[in-house]
């Protein structure tokens, strides 16, 4: 081969390498959760099935564990287009698409069934449209069970025994509004810090379902679970718009299937999570009471109810529709 050929050659597989990767798009996915837990699972599944079924146009990689900044923060990334792909709860979401709040009302759903039927149906689809204008394409619903009150020191039963108690929630003003109108203190807070905030009696306890409240240990400094369901949020499987765009309709359309797939994946891997996680707690100690009187808790919302929708008049018909949606 002469030295012009062979350089003529490199040239050609430099310039065929370079249009390759140009091409070729490499998704960064968020997640807060750590190895093992369903959302987890589910999302390197889609991770792998989008890169496996774009036949590499599109790379997907999952950080677990919150690595890339705490979830508002990672919202806010998504949009901006600095991550690609995430697994989000719809709590902090509502800060940024006004409607989503609505989700974040306790007591809104009758149980997981009737949020299940609400997410799949119309409802669902006008969440995922109004997510959309604001750069976030949610492709798919994950559960995230029931969320219930724990903390360091004793079984709540009635909204009086959270009197004074210093309760972490997740950041939306909806939460320190419900909080405070059961008499508790509310301190909105990273995910991250909730264990050792716990631990040193920064807060005196926290709300999540029970998979969360095992996989983050918060059982072992803060043993007393008490079973109040007060919210029940769904979770998105969310990918940046302009990594959407940027997208051929095919693989669109593969990117969409591996988030149904995931969804699917995620909520069977759930069900079963959620019994693990709780004769895992149990083993270890923590005391979970069942509350006989949740009416007691839901009659003090209406306040929160009133302010929500007093500001957001337009979304009463939304929380009528939700309240009126079968159970199938
Ligand atoms: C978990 C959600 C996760 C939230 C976390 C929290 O899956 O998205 O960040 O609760 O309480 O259940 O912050």
Known sequence: MTTMLRAGLLAGVAALAMTAAADAASWRGWNIHPEGYPNTVALEQFATDVTEKTEGRVTAEVFNNGVLGDQPDAID???????????????????????????????????????????????????????SE??????????????????TKKPI??????DGLKMRVMNNQLYVDMIDQMGGNATPMAFAEVYQSLKTGVIDGAENNYPSFESTNH????????????????????????????LSPEDQEIVRQAAIDAATMQ????????GESKAKVEAAGAKINEVADKAAFQSMMQ?????????????????????ATPTN
Request: charged residues 20%; proline residues 6%.
């Open 77 to 131: 990334q998504l949009r901006n287009g600095a991550l690609d792909f995430a697994n989000f709860n719809l709590g902090p979401m509502g800060e940024f698409v006004p409607s989503i709040n609505v989700l974040s009302l306790p007591f809104l759903f009758t149980g997981i069934d009737q949020m299940h039927a609400v997410m799949v149906g119309e409802i669902g689809q006008r969440f995922s449209d109004d997510m």
């Open 267 to 274: 909520r069977e891997l759930w069900a079963k999570r959620e």
């Open 303 to 323: 306040p929160v109810y009133d302010g929500f929708l007093g500001q957001n008049p337009q979304f009463a018909d939304l929380v009528a529709e939700i309240r």
């Open 219 to 246: 059982f072992e400094v803060a043993p007393y679970y008490s079973l109040t369901e007060h919210l029940i949020i769904p979770e998105c499987i969310c990918i940046s718009q302009s990594s959407w765009e940027a």
């Open 134 to 151: 604001e750069g976030v394409v949610a492709l798919a619903w994950f559960d995230s069970g029931a969320r219930s009150f724990y903390n």
């Open 157 to 162: 039963n009635t909204p009086a025994d959270l």
